[in-house]
């Protein structure tokens, strides 16, 4: 692209944490100074101190932040920033916003405000669509009033149906219902968060598409009419409609159906007018055939994939098209190079329903980006830094971890050992719940639909339990460890010589309810661990007491090993496997297995808040009867609405807290007789 017209002199980020930082990268690139805002729980965030200039917006919740135009305005004012780039999320897509900044002078960075306005309802963008040519879900585009009335309208259309909020987005005010019972509940449930969500409770409803594959095409355009797309996204890996991993591009397409999406895409992009970056979601059943979803007038969070298979800066090119410059590619210019992955790292108890966390990062330690040693490359975008909270009043994203490799497995294998590396600590997190899925045949294979987790997952996630073949690894790595530690400890100075600590050749690894008894020897460039069969393991490492992450070659396979002591043993994990281990002399292994287990506390009675959160809803009362299944609460964390349900029929004893109470995790709701 040439220079002319100018680039801006500042731009104003009105948004926060990861995607705030990333607009800071690419402007600082083109010499642009940079603005950020923040409330007052951001004053020490990463986005403000990375920044050119920062401006306090208001206290902490967004709706007082964020999400006030007035208060971004006047931080446009007072530092004379010329240009503002929304991110995603907050104000993002608010038509109002940026008819205000161009009241003011100021370019928005990001779509013009007609094509906000009439992509940002997802009952017009239907019509919309539908009038381009562009293939839709067959649905019921009007309002809906009640519960009832969408009943009557879900059993008309045929279940499954998708009862979605007409102002949604990122998963919220979205249900699924398969009988009458369900799109009742559905509506209510999907009007509340709706209303809470986006001030906007409007509701309609569509046929839910079986064996749905979630694939999204991005495009690009600018002021003079120019408009291309960058290929497909495949986000199928879904869980409670929010996504979990992403990649590109999609091993489901084949090349008639990529470029039919992608010219349905710049159809109704032109029928917009739009200019920027964008993107247009499709479902695509199992015959391939797709239909409109919703288009999304922004960046989006995942757009880093797109990023790495077709080397485009969509951020500089945003920046570019707000400042007047044309596109300088075709569409026929545009190409697709190796594939690239994206998970998405939460700060979320995957162990616990995947409930929201907060709390302290009291370690946080990406892996290195760049290329990784073995053909792969890392990508990290994040906002974070150790030390730094996570908040119940914003989205629960920690960081963005992505992987590029010239095949999908490539870039899988590259995300599975980038992940083994991705030190977290302080709050729950969803690390192994990611490392399960990139570890998981079915995804590896590519078989996925956006019930990929549900299916998979059915009862939750509990872990990944160690294979046969795991265990004389971790057995390996804890058999170093503890003899690295021994010969520390036994070369304490001041020790008399005949009295040092004498370090053992046998011992007994007991872990996954196994023993493996083995010895150990300490040879040139490393250890040899011989096991009661006789197997031998090889281990290398320069693994010292005290650090959280090993690096071990054990038989030739390299393992990075998150590595904890605790009072029980060694707590290893890796490949998403959460493992104690204790490593014993044989004598003390054998008195060992004579000691009686603690049995934990029965809560059976109790229900326990499984996450800080505000209670919304109590819906039941001291002495009524439940069944299995019914609502007894409901609890408002991180913008999203949590309902608890009867794991069993009973009666209420006591309620022990009311509406509007916040609670800590664990803290007593009620109790049954």
Same mark, same amino acid.
């Given at each position: 692209m040439n220079t002319n017209p100018p680039l801006f002199k500042k731009i104003l980020i009105a948004n926060r944490g990861e995607i705030a930082c990333r607009v800071i990268r690419s402007a600082r690139k083109l010499g642009i100074a940079t603005v950020a805002v923040y409330s007052d729980t951001d004053r020490d965030a990463v986005h403000v101190r990375e920044a050119d200039e920062a401006v306090r917006i208001g206290p902490s919740p967004s709706a007082q932040s964020y999400l006030k135009i007035d208060a971004i305005l006047a931080a446009i004012r007072e530092t004379g920033a010329d240009a503002v780039h929304p991110g995603y999320g907050f104000l993002s897509e608010n038509a109002a916003f940026a008819k205000a900044l161009a009241e003011e002078g100021v370019a928005f960075i990001g779509p013009p405000s007609k094509a906000i306005e009439a992509m940002g309802d997802k009952i017009t963008s239907k019509k919309l669509a539908a009038e381009a040519g562009v293939s839709t879900v067959p649905g019921h585009m009007g309002l809906i009033e009640d519960a009832s009335e969408a009943a009557r309208i879900a059993a008309e259309i045929g279940y499954p149906v998708m009862i979605k909020a007409s102002a949604g987005g990122g998963g919220k005010g979205m249900r699924i219902a398969w009988n009458d019972a369900e799109a009742r509940e559905g509506f209510r449930a999907s009007r509340s968060e709706a209303k809470s969500s986006f001030g906007d409770d409007r509701i309609f409803v569509e046929k839910f598409v079986t064996e749905p594959r979630h694939i999204e095409i991005q495009v690009l355009g600018d002021q003079h009419g120019n408009l291309i797309h960058l290929g497909e996204r495949e986000c199928s890996i879904q869980r409670r409609n929010q996504k979990v991993i992403e990649e590109a591009p999609s091993c489901f397409l084949d090349e008639a159906t990529r470029r039919a999406m992608g010219e349905q895409a710049v159809a109704l992009s032109r029928a917009v007018g739009y200019h920027s970056a964008g993107t247009v979601e499709f479902i695509v059943d199992k015959d391939r055939n797709f239909y409109f979803l919703e288009m999304n007038t922004r960046l989006q969070v995942e757009h880093p994939v797109t990023e790495l298979v077709t080397g485009i800066d969509l951020v500089e090119a945003m920046i570019r098209v707000a400042a007047g410059e044309r596109l300088p590619l075709r569409q026929d210019e545009v190409r697709l190079s190796g594939w690239a992955m994206e998970a998405r790292v939460y700060a979320e108890d995957p162990y616990r329903n995947f409930l929201p966390s907060i709390g302290r990062l009291s370690r946080y330690r990406p892996p290195t980006e760049g290329p990784d040693g073995e053909g792969g490359l890392v990508r990290v975008d994040a906002g974070v830094q150790e030390g730094g909270e996570i908040s119940i009043h914003y989205d629960p994203m920690i960081a963005k971890l992505c992987t590029y490799a010239p095949t999908r497995l490539e870039a899988i294998d590259a995300l599975a050992r980038a992940l083994d590396q991705f030190e977290l600590e302080g709050i729950g997190h969803n690390l192994p719940f990611l490392a399960a899925l990139a570890d998981h045949e079915r995804f590896r294979a590519g078989l996925i639909t956006t019930a990929f987790i549900a299916e998979e997952y059915e009862g939750g996630f509990t872990g990944v339990p160690p294979t046969e073949?795991?265990? &004389?690894?971790?057995?390996?790595?804890?058999a170093v460890?503890?003899?690295?530690?021994?010969?520390?400890?036994?070369?304490i100075s001041g020790a008399m010589d005949n009295h040092r600590r004498a370090i053992g050749r046998d011992f007994v690894a007991t872990l996954a309810g196994q023993a493996l008894p083995f010895t150990i020897d300490a040879v040139d460039g490393g250890y040899h661990v011989v096991f009661a069969d006789g197997a031998l393991l090889a281990v290398t490492s320069r693994?010292?007491?005290g650090q959280a992450l090993g690096r071990f070659s054990v038989g030739g396979e390299a393992m990075a090993v998150k590595i904890?002591?605790?009072a029980g043993g060694l707590r290893l994990r890796w490949h998403g496997r959460d493992v104690l281990v204790q490593v014993r002399s044989p004598r003390v292994a054998?008195?060992?297995?004579?000691?009686?287990?603690?049995?934990? &506390?029965?809560?059976s009675k109790l229900l326990l808040c499984p996450m800080p959160g505000v209670v919304a809803a109590i819906t039941v009362s001291e002495g009524e009867a439940v069944e299995a299944g019914q609502a007894l609460a409901t609890i408002e964390a991180m913008k999203m609405e949590n309902v608890l349900r009867a794991e069993k029929a009973g009666t209420i004893s006591r309620i022990a807290v009311a509406e509007g109470a916040s609670l800590a995790v664990d803290e007593l709701i009620l109790e049954f007789e």
């Open positions: 073949a795991d265990l &004389p690894s971790l057995a390996a790595v804890a460890v503890v003899h690295i530690r021994q010969r520390r400890d036994s070369a693994w010292t007491p904890g002591v605790t054998e008195l060992a297995r004579l000691m009686r287990e603690k049995i934990p &506390p029965d809560t």
